[in-house]
């Protein structure tokens, strides 16, 4: 049998986690061909994987009970049975990004159109309670960055996640959700709709096998993955304890970029991304910000009219842009002159900024993109 059959039906059986295969792995490279030892780990006794590749008595007593051919292929029926399909870490088309972090999923089960893991991929995540704000800034981002080609990972929560794969789906742009539980469970259960979408427009994957529940502890091992496919990730709105933020220190352990987008310091939702900002993370005020740390591997050129993608306003935008001339204006005088409240100005100038259609400078002070 082919060793990637035999390590998927090793990743099906119960009890036997990452790091029980990451030592089976060690034993055998240490001492053998590594598809030869996946064969023997068929007909090998309790004593000798205990002796041989260093196993747990429990996790022996597992493998020699329950891993056989009759298994292995009983699996596999039922998987192709749910037109589900899987990527061992074998495979050519496991994408080379995620294999090169340090714990990449042995196997990955997939529905929907594998060709787009060759695409460029940037994450997007924050929190699943939104604001206006946040909510205004991940479909503008995602849209926008959907239309440059890129692919927008994220993990089909509620809230940022939902609203990056759609607005992906909705601009004609590719997206895959990461799921923090089997991939046949959708979680949460109002998204059900959207997984459709996505399985059938994107990609969906997980690293746990059929019918595993959501729980806390599956979330940040989802993370990393989302992390891993990623070139950098990006975090709208985060509270100060947020999943967003584990994803954040998973990427820039995998050296990846971190992107974070400022809001306004009096919002809880804020603090993750601000926090981000003062330890590193690259501050995102424009499209440019992001798309200029990859402009040398884009297979296609950008101008400023792609990288707004449209130049009409919305009457508030249009108010606002009135005031601000190429002498430098401050935040305070905007503030006064259109009677705005604070976080809606704020909102509507950060929608200019990434339209490029005016600038921010030192201080707090605006002037027109043309100065």
């Not at 820039?252 to 310091?265: C, K, N």
């Not at 402009?295 to 306003?313: F, Q």
Request: with cysteine; aromatic share 8%.
């Amino acid at each position: 049998m082919e060793s990637r059959n035999i390590l998927f039906g090793l990743h099906e059986l119960n009890g036997i986690g990452w790091k029980t295969i990451q030592l089976i792995f060690q034993s055998i490279k240490h001492n053998e061909n590594l598809e030869i030892g996946l064969e023997k780990l068929i007909s090998n006794d309790e004593n000798t994987l205990i002796k041989k590749y260093n196993l747990p008595q429990n996790k022996a007593q597992i493998i020699t009970k329950n891993l056989n051919l009759n298994f292995i292929q009983c699996r596999l029926e039922i998987y192709k049975n749910e037109n589900i399909s899987f990527l061992t870490i074998f495979d050519d088309d496991y994408p080379k990004i995620l294999k090169e972090t340090p714990s990449p999923p042995w196997v990955i089960y997939y529905k929907g159109n594998l060709n787009i893991l060759d695409n460029n991929k940037l994450a997007i995540v924050g929190t699943r309670y939104p604001t206006v704000y946040g909510k205004m800034i991940t479909e503008k981002l995602a849209k926008q960055l959907s239309n440059l080609g890129f692919c927008i990972v994220s993990g089909l929560a509620r809230g940022i996640d939902s609203i990056s794969h759609k607005a992906a789906l909705e601009h004609s742009g590719s997206t895959i959700a990461v799921l923090g539980s089997g991939i046949d469970v959708v979680y949460p259960s109002e998204n059900k709709h959207l997984y459709e979408s996505v399985a059938n427009k994107g990609l969906i994957i997980s690293e746990f096998p059929l019918g595993t529940k959501p729980h806390p502890g599956l979330f940040p091992q989802r993370n990393r993955i989302i992390a891993g496919l990623s070139l950098g990730t990006i975090v709208i709105e985060a509270a100060e304890k947020s999943g967003s933020l584990i994803t954040a220190d998973q990427a820039l352990e995998m050296s990846r970029d971190i992107f974070a987008i400022p809001g306004p310091i009096t919002s809880p939702k804020s603090q993750g991304t601000l926090s981000l900002i003062k330890q590193g993370a690259k501050m995102v005020t424009s499209l440019e910000d992001i798309v200029e740390e990859y402009e040398h591997m884009m297979k296609i050129s950008y101008n400023e009219e792609a990288l707004t993608t449209s130049k009409s306003l919305s009457k508030e935008e249009q108010k606002i842009v009135k005031f601000i001339t190429s002498e430098p204006i401050t935040f305070e005088q905007i503030l006064h002159k259109s009677n705005f409240t604070f976080g809606h100005l704020h909102s509507v100038l950060l929608s200019l900024l990434m339209k490029n259609v005016i600038i921010q400078l030192p201080g707090s002070k605006f002037v027109t993109k043309s100065s």
